[in-house]
């Protein structure tokens, strides 16, 4: 072998021992436990986390169920009101509107003392950390909005607006409080349903009225029997009837546990997002739920789902394995998915 063909030999297996000691032994970096070797091929947060597109749009962060009563308020009570989202980290970041369901009223009374009421009411000063926590918009199309009768509702949506938050949607006449959004260049219209105590023909009116003016049509049903894991006919047919309506996007809430998504046409459909905030802590199902960023552009939507966990009255974010597992289990790989839809 000539002294050039030496020295190549020895510089590629000088390479292949580099490689190997690299590959093997060194750790990744903010790796404690895992070797990089396993890492290469775990999913990271920042793969399962598709970037959305930076450009034109708006960009939504829905949440399921919140309920800031009984045991979720005597823990606020005893750690403070910064308690039950302290870990939510960087989860509504880039997000333009942070939009949820709150389960109750709001009244001056504290009621903690009753632990097992199936009313629901919190006290002012609890609605400040759901602005704190970076809520825009909160739906009062529920079945617990009205648990202590009109005028409550009244008070309950002026103490909303009164910590700088947008409510919509009502127990009885959601299509008289349609909020009305424009950002990004997109024009965004936000209804509320209550199932148990709206007829979806109100709503189907409301929705056409909406869409005739070209505006992306956001439903955000409370809707079907609770603690079902797969959307029910009284989901799902009232879904197709909103869609051939006209709604863009249908977000779901009311079951307590996370449903079934899927694409209808080019419109998405989560059936339920499940809790996000409750003291529901009898199953594994309802101390855990699903958050969705969602880019509108005009050409596409993308959906970037996290799951969550409650313990303690307070909110988690999953590690990656775990939001993973519970991701596939609803058939969403990656915990995103992409849609193509034509502009308004």
Same mark, same amino acid.
Request: with cysteine.
């Given at each position: 072998?000539?002294?050039?063909? /030496?020295?190549? @030999?020895?510089?590629?297996?000088?390479?292949?021992?580099?490689?190997?000691?690299?590959?093997?032994?060194?750790?990744?970096?903010?790796?404690?436990?895992?070797?990089?070797?396993?890492?290469?091929?775990?999913?990271?947060?920042?793969?399962?986390?598709? #970037?959305?597109?930076? $450009?034109?749009?708006?960009?939504?962060?829905?949440?399921?169920?919140?309920?800031?009563?009984?045991?979720?308020?005597r823990t606020i009570v005893a750690n403070?009101?910064?308690?039950?989202?302290?870990?939510?980290?960087?989860?509504? @970041?880039?997000?333009?509107?942070?939009?949820?369901?709150?389960?109750?009223?709001? /009244?001056?009374? /504290?009621?903690?003392?009753?632990?097992n009421q199936m009313v629901f009411d919190?006290? #002012?000063?609890?609605?400040?950390?759901?602005?704190?926590?970076?809520?825009?918009?909160?739906?009062?199309?529920? $079945?617990?909005?009205?648990d202590y009768g009109a005028q409550v509702?009244?008070?309950?949506?002026?103490?909303?607006?009164?910590?700088?938050?947008?409510?919509?949607?009502?127990?009885?006449?959601?299509?008289?409080?349609?909020? /009305?959004?424009?950002?990004?260049?997109?024009?965004?219209?936000?209804?509320?349903?209550?199932?148990?105590?709206?007829?979806?023909?109100?709503?189907?009116? +409301?929705?056409?009225?909406?869409?005739?003016?070209?505006?992306?049509?956001?439903?955000?049903?409370?809707?079907?029997?609770?603690?079902?894991?797969? +959307? #029910?006919?009284?989901?799902?047919?009232?879904?197709?009837?909103?869609?051939?309506?006209?709604?863009?996007?249908?977000?779901?809430?009311?079951?307590?546990?996370?449903? $079934?998504?899927?694409?209808?046409?080019?419109?998405?459909?989560?059936?339920?997002?499940?809790?996000?905030?409750?003291?529901? $802590?009898?199953?594994?199902?309802?101390?855990?739920?699903?958050?969705?960023?969602?880019?509108?552009?005009?050409?596409?939507?993308?959906?970037?789902?996290?799951?969550?966990?409650?313990?303690?009255?307070?909110?988690?974010?999953?590690?990656?394995?775990?939001?993973? +597992?519970?991701?596939?289990?609803?058939?969403?790989?990656?915990?995103?998915?992409?849609?193509?839809?034509?502009?308004?």
């Amino acid at each position: 072998m000539s002294h050039g063909g /030496r020295l190549l @030999t020895v510089a590629c297996l000088l390479g292949v021992g580099l490689f190997f000691t690299i590959f093997f032994l060194l750790p990744a970096p903010n790796t404690l436990q895992v070797p990089y070797f396993l890492k290469v091929y775990l999913p990271q947060a920042a793969d399962r986390l598709v #970037p959305l597109p930076d $450009n034109d749009g708006v960009t939504i962060t829905f949440v399921g169920d919140i309920m800031l009563a009984r045991a979720v308020e005597r823990t606020i009570v005893a750690n403070g009101t910064a308690w039950p989202f302290a870990k939510l980290g960087e989860l509504f @970041t880039g997000s333009d509107l942070v939009i949820g369901n709150l389960e109750g009223t709001v /009244r001056d009374e /504290r009621n903690i003392e009753v632990v097992n009421q199936m009313v629901f009411d919190t006290t #002012p000063a609890n609605v400040t950390l759901l602005a704190a926590a970076g809520f825009t918009h909160l739906s009062l199309a529920n $079945n617990h909005t009205d648990d202590y009768g009109a005028q409550v509702t009244l008070d309950t949506r002026q103490t909303v607006v009164d910590n700088g938050i947008q409510p919509f949607g009502d127990p009885f006449e959601s299509e008289n409080f349609i909020v /009305r959004e424009n950002i990004g260049g997109v024009s965004l219209s936000l209804i509320g349903f209550h199932a148990f105590g709206q007829t979806s023909e109100e709503i189907i009116d +409301a929705i056409k009225a909406e869409e005739a003016q070209g505006r992306f049509v956001i439903v955000y049903p409370h809707w079907g029997p609770e603690y079902i894991e797969t +959307a #029910p006919a009284t989901e799902v047919l009232p879904a197709a009837a909103f869609i051939q309506a006209g709604a863009d996007l249908i977000v779901g809430a009311h079951p307590h546990v996370i449903q $079934n998504v899927e694409i209808i046409g080019d419109v998405p459909v989560i059936y339920s997002l499940g809790n996000f905030l409750f003291d529901q $802590n009898f199953s594994a199902d309802t101390m855990r739920g699903l958050t969705v960023q969602i880019k509108i552009t005009a050409g596409a939507l993308g959906l970037n789902f996290t799951p969550i966990s409650i313990v303690d009255a307070q909110t988690l974010l999953m590690t990656d394995a775990e939001a993973l +597992a519970v991701c596939n289990e609803f058939s969403l790989p990656d915990c995103y998915l992409s849609v193509a839809r034509q502009s308004d």
